[in-house]
């Protein structure tokens, strides 16, 4: 029973994940009229979670090895649920854009932790296949359905509710995580890379930045060309760091692998070409075809729901005729 209470913390967090990725742009145009919030502004709302959850990833898998993985799961439950509500009570775009921010932040460390808390809660085996396919089944109905679950609670509520709803989830999850998931720890776990941290970060967020707004700066001005100068100086330094750290965080040499390199080309091109019409399809639907929130919802479906749909048969595909077959970029 333990076990099965810890379980569905883990997955109404990773249901918190999904639906916080999906249902947001569907009320973007509603941010764009009641808040009249510019485009860049409602690019960044978008941006800040992404970023932020980009950035703690990996540092939280060192914290939580050292400090306990339950305890850094209860932080970012708590986090999480503040944050959200921050992002519910924002007047201006500019809290909610720094509400996005902190919300990206302990929603990464939240992500992080999942995976780390079934492989100890449960023993290798039936018992932990079982577990990690509820968690990716709700994760993937978080991401599936968040487009139509956050249309009907702005049409019968507001878009307030898209935020503050996951206030209540939080607060059910930490009831659940306290009594009943298992702290762990990793005895040999080593220091944070601090310095790893923030030279990624500092690419990260430049890059960004230029790609949403070095045009509105221009590309020639002095700004854009600092900020360029800036950004490649931290991916300089960053790789410089990583390769002499004696615990990187990032190890570049699993590149020498093909088949993890493929893999990943093949994920990057998947988040380049699907990731940036979950923000641009529902602008487009309701400020361009005057659809509601709830249609734009619907129609969103057709997008979201194979995420939630194909992964069982792709992993049956994958059994059945091999990982390279089903995926061509890790053969090359």
């Known amino acids: 029973m333990k076990n099965m209470l810890a379980l569905m913390a883990v997955c109404l967090a990773a249901l918190m994940s999904g639906l916080e990725i999906s249902s947001v742009p569907v009320i973007l145009p509603v941010l764009?009229?009641?808040?009249?919030?510019?485009?860049?502004?409602?690019?960044?709302?978008?941006?800040?979670?992404?970023?932020?959850?980009?950035?703690?990833l990996m540092a939280t898998g060192t914290l939580a090895d050292t400090y306990g993985r339950k305890r850094i799961f209860i932080i970012s439950i708590i986090a999480f649920g503040v944050t959200s509500v921050m992002c519910g009570l924002?007047?201006?775009?500019?809290?909610?854009?720094?509400?996005?921010?902190?919300?990206?932040l302990s929603g990464g460390a939240m992500l992080t932790c999942l995976i780390a808390i079934l492989?100890?809660?449960?023993?290798?085996?039936?018992?932990?296949?079982?577990?990690?396919?509820a968690w990716g089944i709700t994760f993937g109905f978080g991401l599936g359905f968040g487009p139509?679950?956050?249309?009907?609670?702005?049409?019968?509520?507001?878009?307030?509710?898209?935020?503050?709803?996951?206030?209540?989830?939080?607060?059910?999850?930490?009831?659940?995580?306290?009594?009943?998931?298992?702290?762990?720890?990793?005895a040999e776990a080593q220091k944070?890379?601090?310095?790893?941290?923030?030279?990624?970060?500092?690419?990260?967020?430049?890059?960004?930045?230029?790609?949403?707004?070095?045009?509105?700066?221009?590309?020639?001005?002095v700004a854009a060309q600092l900020i360029l100068l800036l950004t490649l100086l931290s991916a300089l330094l960053f790789v410089w760091i990583e390769k002499r750290h004696p615990h990187p965080m990032f190890d570049f040499s699993v590149f020498r692998f093909r088949a993890f390199s493929g893999a990943l080309m093949g994920s990057i091109g998947m988040n380049f070409s699907f990731w940036p019409l979950m923000i641009y399809l529902p602008v487009y639907y309701q400020s361009g075809l005057g659809y509601s929130s709830m249609a734009t919802g619907l129609a969103l479906l057709t997008y979201t729901l194979p995420t939630l749909l194909m992964p069982p048969l792709g992993e049956k595909l994958a059994v059945r005729f091999g990982a390279l077959r089903m995926h061509p970029f890790a053969a090359d």
């Open 32 to 56: 764009e009229r009641e808040m009249h919030a510019s485009f860049r502004e409602l690019q960044w709302i978008m941006n800040a979670y992404t970023l932020a959850c980009t950035a703690v």
């Open 90 to 104: 924002a007047g201006n775009a500019l809290w909610l854009i720094v509400g996005r921010l902190l919300q990206g």
């Open 119 to 133: 492989s100890f809660q449960f023993p290798q085996g039936k018992a932990r296949s079982r577990a990690f396919a």
């Open 148 to 186: 139509i679950i956050g249309g009907m609670l702005v049409a019968w509520f507001s878009w307030q509710w898209v935020f503050l709803v996951h206030g209540f989830i939080a607060l059910l999850t930490l009831i659940l995580a306290l009594k009943n998931v298992v702290e762990s720890r990793d």
């Open 192 to 221: 944070l890379d601090l310095s790893g941290l923030i030279t990624l970060s500092l690419s990260v967020v430049g890059a960004t930045y230029l790609i949403t707004q070095g045009s509105s700066l221009g590309w020639n001005s």
